[in-house]
């Protein structure tokens, strides 16, 4: 019987504890948070366009790569997993293709901004936000599209960056009414302003806090953010920033000795990268057809 990975995902926001979903953007690295033992993985847009395209997050990814990747994580683990959708990738309409499309692919639940096409990294400058009028029918489209009614639709605001935590403040009450099952505000930049938000929004809905590292937003523990009043705790681009870092570093190492021999103790050699991904398992699974 196939896991209701949505399902599983209201269960674990329904203890009311805090988790933390770790960002990842291939099989690979949703499958290593799952091994790690985390209860939900979050694909990144931004690590999207990072690893795929080389690109930086100023709305260049398509929905398809994003389904295309939500599909290839989904055959790889069962965690479950939560989608960035930028801002649906168009109007109303587009937002229930989205929907049908990312939850069909095995996503959990499905993120959804108020920004302007082309949408931009939210710990960018120059972000433009759609009214909050428009916003509310892309949240009414989203749970319409919906084939499975688990699915978690995730309601983020950029307005603190944008009109300040007031404007904020408000978007997220009409966010909240229009139905989101989680509210996700972007980029508040002080921990005055986290601790507002928690405390006036965190009673009426699970609270998604992101931490980017070198971002607006002060990096706080998840245990101190579950004492906030946030359920959701992201570190979106946290695996390709040490990976990318990682990755440089074997390369200079490489260039310079001309041999991987002194860096082998940073790496998973054959056997253990096999292991890693299942390859005698695999291998056994195969033999069963021969």
């Known amino acids: 019987m196939a896991v209701d ?4 995902l209201r269960d674990v926001l329904a203890t009311g504890e805090v988790f933390i979903a770790p ?10 948070v799952e091994q790690a033992g985390f209860q939900c993985a979050y694909l990144s847009g931004a690590s999207v366009a990072f690893t795929r395209l080389a690109r930086p997050d100023l709305g260049l990814t398509t929905l398809t790569e ?20 930028d801002n649906g990738f168009g109007n109303a309409l587009n937002v229930k293709r989205t929907v049908r499309l990312l939850e069909r692919m095995g996503a959990s639940g499905i993120q959804l901004e108020d920004q302007q096409m082309p949408k931009r990294c939210g710990h960018l400058e120059g972000k433009k936000l759609i009214s909050t009028e428009e916003m ?4 009414h489209a989203a749970l319409d599209a919906r084939t499975n009614d688990a699915t978690v639709i995730v309601a983020r ?7 300040g935590l007031e404007a904020a403040m408000e978007r997220s009450a009409a966010y909240i009414e229009a139905g989101a ?23 009426r809905i699970p609270l998604l806090a992101n931490m980017v590292e070198g ?32 990755g440089a570093r074997y390369l200079e190492a490489l260039k310079q000795d001309g041999t991987t021999l002194n860096i082998l ?13 299942g390859t005698e398992e695999l291998l056994r699974d195969g033999q069963r057809y021969e």
């Open 5 to 8: 990975h949505a399902q599983a």
């Open 23 to 32: 960002g990842c953007y291939d099989a690979l690295t949703a499958l290593l």
């Open 66 to 85: 994003v389904a295309e990747t939500v599909a290839c994580i989904r055959d790889r683990v069962t965690v479950p997993l939560i989608v960035d959708g």
């Open 136 to 139: 509310c029918g892309k949240l």
């Open 157 to 163: 605001t950029d307005a603190v960056a944008v009109d």
């Open 181 to 203: 099952d989680v509210l996700f505000v972007e980029s508040p930049g002080s921990r005055e302003q986290m601790e507002r938000i928690g405390r006036e929004l965190g009673p």
């Open 215 to 246: 971002g607006k937003t002060p990096l706080v523990p998840a245990p101190q953010l579950g004492d906030l009043g946030y359920r959701i705790v992201i570190h979106p681009g946290a695996m390709v920033r040490v990976l990318s870092r990682a």
């Open 265 to 277: 103790d940073t790496m998973n050699d054959f056997s253990q990268l096999n292991a890693l991904v």
